[in-house]
């Protein structure tokens, strides 16, 4: 190649490196990061569920975020929205028919009849939290993945087992001061609700009212007519408000199970409210089934501007489901709630996040010499057990200081040329700012000094 068009064809490539431009990468949508700040929230919410979990003794369990995809279709039912609409399913490697989890539940029920969790003492309570995916419409508190803490009971039949999830649900909110309220309805057991849904079926014959419904209505009413009563549709909200209600269709059973539920709530001095059209979208629940939302808010508004309250919570009883996975026959209650909407609720009311001191001692620097002693220092404390701090790579004192205040540091040890030469240390009380000049020697004892007195205090 004679040279000339060498260089040419050099420089050519030279330039068009230049001005490639690398593709970046973003969320997909519906799909949110959690960054450092965020964690905060994080940390409390979890925090309350787990010290809940505790107080009335639920057991934590995980379970895969991938599981076979007819175990949703079997229990939260193929016609329903998450499983129709909403579901990340897709066929792996092994040719086998996989999906996303869009809910806990049916998984822990696959779980417990897995482990035979049936031959242990019952109930069986578990605590459960992790990441679920529904491909849905995104919008302020609806995203494509979410994540819920559940508390489930297995192997207990009783109404004082859905007063106290519903409790433990209110519990939760309230003690985060978020105000709420529970939604609650029985919808009976599948003897009781037969007669109910031929008399909801008669009910939507009547003229004019099955063209008014929205398409999707339209295929409930084949499928799954009591779905009718939980669509957000104006006009299908309009045609339920006259509908038979099935609390007066419960057989006696059912409502006796659900008086007592109401009772335990009274007695507790739980505000709910009745709602007969509250009947959950997934195909498994019985007899109780309730959610909370915010007590003092009139909800969000959805894409036609109406106002929707929007579920903080929800669950029920599922008395059949283990039977329908091929366990033996096993009641069972739970609920689940979206920490992401819980979030929002304390962000929206400005609950502040308590700025706890934790025990940190923060080590601080002036110089080349005392970085060298300091950080021969942070990891003599750290072996003793002591929950140390640093920034060795600042040389400013302030700055360092900022980093203690932003941790928030307890203590900080200032080491600089002055102290290096007489033998010893700065001790600084974050949160008053005084000062003391110790010697190097006692920095244990002094220390140790301070983190009792301060245990005692917050005794
Ligand atoms: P769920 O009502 O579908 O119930 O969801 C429970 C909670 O998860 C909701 O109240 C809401 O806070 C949150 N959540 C649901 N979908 C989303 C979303 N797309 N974006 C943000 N948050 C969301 C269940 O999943 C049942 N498995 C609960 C249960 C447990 N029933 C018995 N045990």
Known sequence: MPKIVKEKNEKANKDSGRQRRVERFSRLRGMKDILFDEYRYWDLLLKKAADLAEVYDFRRIDTPVLERLDLYERSTGMDTDVVSKEMYSFIDKSEEKVALRPEATPGIARAYIEHGLFNQPQPIKTFWCGPLFRHEKPQSGRTRQHTQINYDVFGEAGPVTDAQLILIAYNFFNELQVGVQVQINSIGCPECRKEYIAKLIEYYKERGKRSRLCNDCKKRFVKNPLRLLDCKEKDCMEIREDAPQIVDFLCDGCREHFIKVLE????????????????????????????????????????????????LGGGGRYDNLIETLGGRTTPACGFGLGIERAIIKIKEKNIPLKEERKNYIFLAQLGEQSRLKIFALFEEMRRAGYRVKQAFTKDSLKAQLESADRIGAKYSLILGQKELLDGTIIIRDMESGTQEVIDYKKIYAEVNKRLDLDKQVNN
Do not use: H
């Open 264 to 311: 335990y709530l009274d007695e507790l001095g739980i505000s709910y409210n009745l709602n007969p059209f509250l009947v959950r979208g997934l195909d498994y629940y019985n007899r109780t089934v309730f959610e909370v939302v915010s007590a003092d808010d009139e909800g969000e508004k959805d894409e036609d501007g109406q106002r929707r309250q929007i579920s």
